[in-house]
């Protein structure tokens, strides 16, 4: 069989592939291409210069003994590293392996150090500050989210110790990755930030990322565009402390899942740390690719539950005491106790009071905070949508919904028909024409004119204005 660079470099790979796992051979070496045998040299190109970086880091130790079995004691590799951002134009940096393994120190003198300086190029990436030497990335973390300020209750425990214990010991605890879920407004974000800055404290050289899953996805398919998928994928081999937030968002997003599946591998292969967030427990997730599934039950899942009345008590008065600022116990506690549901809720009512109590010169007291607890109740925890409103003022006239919007000009339906009109226009952020569509097909202007006969009757007509009132409790029940 004629020797030729192919058959040489496919000979090398089949002992590889028997020398390590399956996803670093696909990340690795599937990519590469034998360019030629020259004398005993074997030149290969790869894709970077960080995958040339990465394979001289990992894996030249196999690399030095497969060439020696194939080529002979004589045998060199060397590498063509393609640059990405010109096309066609290949630096031959002539990275030379000895085969024979050689003391520490003539082992420097015979690898030539690759230059870094001129022709390096720094991968390109919206998280890299611009200007720094050496690659860094930009965290993105919040310093507000630490976990000096993150209460501890019996709602988070378990997940805020193992957060805790990943931030002394990244990637080297059980909990790799940690899921963490739960409703929105309940910390997930904040104790994921609290994880990152956690490490950097305690292990500044490390590279930690903070992304959600929609700038992960967005960046993955700006690289698609600008065609450097590569400097994506070898970006995100640099981090350290991977957290991703909110990775619900990746549902149904098959291209998306796919890389970071890739990456995930890649990362939890070398024991970094992966830190995933979501709306709900893996279980629950619909459209996510069963295999990136049941990695995320790999290491920990934790949830974070209700805070309890206490938990949400300390919370606030952590706020305050942050910012400077005093309140009333009693005020607190009334907030505490009435906004139970989303700690980001609580800390809006209680930033809500301060600013009316500024604003408007008023003492900060327990009936501004009702006021604000009242309205903001009503506007934040409940969606009024038209269906419900239709659905309740035609319960209300013994209707159904399709009588309701049907042609008729029964007056009693009519009336009815309005009434849904007018409070879908009250209560609700939809459009004339939308409302139109949705009550039998109507213009704006008839929907315009149904409000306006409906205030004109409330204003005039007694019974009208029971009925107006009747469903205007309900609606808001
Ligand atoms: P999620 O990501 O689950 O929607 P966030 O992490 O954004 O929730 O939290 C919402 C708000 O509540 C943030 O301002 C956060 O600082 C605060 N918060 C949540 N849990 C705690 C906690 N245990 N201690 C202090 N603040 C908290
Ligand atoms: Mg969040």
């Not at 190109?45 to 970086?53: G, K, M």
């Not at 990992?58 to 393609?82: A, D, P």
């Not at 134009?89 to 015979?110: E, G, H, L, W």
């Not at 004339?432 to 315009?448: F, M, Q, R, Y």
Request: charged share 25%.
């Amino acid at each position: 069989m004629e020797i030729n660079a192919k058959s040489v470099w496919s000979s090398c790979l089949s002992i590889i592939r028997d020398n390590i796992d399956h996803q670093s051979f696909k990340t690795w070496f599937d990519p590469i291409k034998a360019l030629k045998l020259d004398d005993n040299v074997l030149t290969i190109q790869v894709p970077s210069q960080f995958f040339y970086e990465w394979l001289e880091e990992h894996y030249i130790n196999l690399l030095r003994k497969t060439i020696k079995k194939e080529l002979g004691l004589n045998g060199r590799l060397e590498y063509s590293i393609v640059m990405d951002n010109a096309v066609n134009k290949q630096d031959q940096y002539s990275i030379i392996i000895p085969t024979s393994n050689r003391s520490a120190k003539n082992n420097q003198d015979v690898s030539m150090p690759i230059n870094l300086s001129s022709s390096s190029k720094t991968i390109p990436d919206p998280f890299i500050i611009p200007g720094i030497q050496k690659v860094k990335v930009n965290s993105q973390l919040v310093e507000r989210y630490s976990f000096e300020n993150f209460i501890e209750g019996d709602c988070n425990r378990l997940a805020r110790s193992a957060g805790l214990a990943i931030g002394k010991n990244p990637g080297k605890t059980a909990f790799n990755p940690l899921f963490i879920y739960s409703k929105v407004g309940l910390g997930k974000s904040h104790l994921a930030h609290a994880i990152g800055l956690e490490v950097k404290n305690n292990f500044p050289e490390k590279t930690i990322l903070y992304v959600t899953a929609d700038q992960f996805m967005a960046q993955y398919i700006e690289s698609v565009r600008n065609n450097n998928q590569t400097d994506f994928t070898n970006f995100y081999q640099l981090i350290d402390v991977l957290i991703i937030d909110d990775i619900q968002f990746l549902a149904g997003k098959d291209k998306t899942q796919d890389v970071f599946f890739h990456i995930f591998n890649q990362l939890h292969q070398r024991s970094k740390q992966l830190v995933i967030t979501s709306d709900k427990p893996p279980v629950d997730i619909e459209g996510m690719e069963p295999r990136l599934l049941s990695r995320f039950k790999w290491g920990l899942t934790a949830d974070l539950q209700l805070p309890d009345l206490e938990t949400r008590i300390a919370i606030l008065q952590k706020r305050l005491y942050n910012d400077g600022i005093t309140m009333p116990e009693n005020v607190i506690e009334y907030l505490a106790y009435s906004i139970i549901s989303n700690i980001r809720e609580l800390e809006g009512a209680m930033i809500s009071v301060l600013a009316q109590a500024s604003l408007n010169k008023k003492e900060i007291n327990l009936d501004l905070a009702r006021q604000i607890v009242e309205n903001f109740v009503r506007n934040t925890n409940k969606e009024i949508s038209i269906d419900y409103i239709q659905k309740i003022v035609s319960e209300y006239f013994g209707l159904t919904v399709d009588q309701m919007n049907s042609k008729t000009r029964k007056r009693n339906i009519v009336q009815a028909r309005q009434l849904a009109m007018f409070f879908a226009k009250t209560h609700t952020k939809t459009s004339l024409t939308s409302i139109g569509l949705h009550c039998g097909n109507k213009d704006h202007a008839t929907v315009l004119h149904a409000c306006k006969t409906v205030q004109n009757l409330i204003e005039t007509d007694k019974e009208f204005k029971g009925y107006a009132d009747d469903l205007e409790k309900k609606i808001k029940l």
